[in-house]
């Protein structure tokens, strides 16, 4: 049978026409009104959507044909700021998985990605990596807080920014601080020996071909590195005449002397810093 208002081939036994909403009468003609062939049409009753679903959801009527549920936008998963580079082959050696959130939630670190929150980031595709790991202590008349504050953050070559956070926040010593801070080292750690490597490596493959790199301020090559510092007319200069060492010193880098006295140390806002004891030892010890 057909609908007496918009022609489409409707069900005998539905009320009303699923395209239109036209009420059904109980008799209708067999044959369409128009002397051409309807297609035939598949339909199907409509279901309600959860939750989050209900911003691309649209009803039309009481049934809708199946052919049109398959061309209205579909429940999509969160857009992933992804490296560029997400298509190319993933490694599957597991340097290391460390929590960042109470719930269990972790970061798999792998020999050339990382992987948490959803996201893929290969390591050929960061442009910065800073980390930082901050614990404040406040007094408020008779109340003693404290918080954490820390973060793994990479900034990919397209400009996307993302970040591993970690947050704690104690009174009188009962909350999450210590938590927080706990979760942080082993995360710091993996970061290092995963991430800071292989941007090492590429960085290292650029200054043995010639090229001037800029870390953290330092520009490296193969003669040495030199840091232009604010407000003081005298650089740092390193080079293997007076390099010493280039160790991690709590969350920051220290370069130091053949004397081991401190020639340049790094805050907790320089990018890049972690690649330092990687390039530094090697352009300077071999």
């Known amino acids: 049978?057909?609908?007496?208002?918009?022609?489409?081939?409707?069900?005998?036994?539905?009320?009303?026409?699923?395209?239109?909403?036209?009420?059904?009468?109980?008799?209708?003609?067999?044959?369409?009104?128009?002397?051409?062939?309807?297609?035939?049409?598949?339909?199907?009753?409509?279901t309600m959507p959860d939750e989050s679903?209900?911003?691309?959801?649209?009803?039309?009527?009481?049934?809708?044909?199946?052919?049109?549920?398959?061309?209205?936008?579909?429940?999509?998963?969160?857009?992933?700021?992804?490296?560029?580079?997400?298509?190319k082959p993933l490694g599957n050696d597991l340097i290391a998985e460390a929590q960042y959130k109470g719930n269990g939630e972790s970061a798999k670190f792998?020999?050339?990605?990382?992987?948490?929150?959803?996201n893929i980031i290969h390591y050929s595709d960061i442009e910065e990596l800073d980390t930082k790991g901050v614990t404040s202590r406040t007094t408020f008349a008779i109340i003693f807080q404290s918080d954490f504050s820390g973060h793994i953050g990479?900034?990919?070559?397209?400009?996307?920014?993302?970040?591993?956070?970690?947050?704690?926040?104690?009174i009188y010593g009962i909350g999450?601080?210590?938590s927080a801070k706990k979760r942080f080292s082993p995360l710091f750690t993996a970061a290092y020996n995963s991430v800071a490597k292989a941007m090492a490596?590429?960085?290292?493959?650029?200054?043995?071909?010639?090229e001037t790199v800029s870390i953290?301020?330092?520009?490296?090559?193969?003669?040495?590195?030199?840091?232009?510092?604010?407000?003081?007319?005298?650089?740092?200069?390193?080079?293997?005449?007076?390099?010493?060492?280039?160790?991690?010193?709590?969350?920051?880098?220290?370069?130091l002397d053949k004397n081991g006295k401190k020639l340049f140390m790094t805050s907790d806002d320089f990018a890049n810093a972690l690649l330092l004891p990687y390039v530094m030892t090697t352009l300077f010890t071999s």
């Open 154 to 170: 990479f900034v990919l070559k397209n400009g996307q920014k993302l970040k591993i956070p970690l947050r704690g926040f104690s």
């Open 201 to 210: 490596v590429e960085a290292l493959a650029r200054i043995k071909k010639g």
């Open 176 to 178: 999450t601080t210590r």
């Open 216 to 255: 953290t301020g330092m520009d490296i090559n193969c003669e040495g590195a030199i840091y232009k510092r604010l407000f003081k007319k005298e650089p740092i200069y390193i080079s293997k005449q007076n390099f010493g060492a280039c160790v991690l010193d709590g969350y920051y880098v220290r370069v």
């Open 53 to 87: 679903q209900q911003d691309i959801w649209q009803p039309q009527a009481i049934y809708t044909p199946v052919a049109i549920i398959n061309e209205q936008p579909q429940k999509q998963e969160a857009i992933r700021p992804v490296s560029p580079l997400q298509n």
């Open 110 to 118: 792998y020999s050339d990605h990382v992987e948490f929150a959803g």
């Open 1 to 46: 049978m057909f609908c007496s208002k918009c022609e489409i081939q409707i069900f005998e036994d539905v009320k009303f026409c699923g395209k239109c909403g036209n009420k059904i009468a109980q008799v209708q003609n067999s044959q369409p009104p128009t002397p051409f062939q309807q297609p035939q049409a598949t339909y199907a009753p409509a």
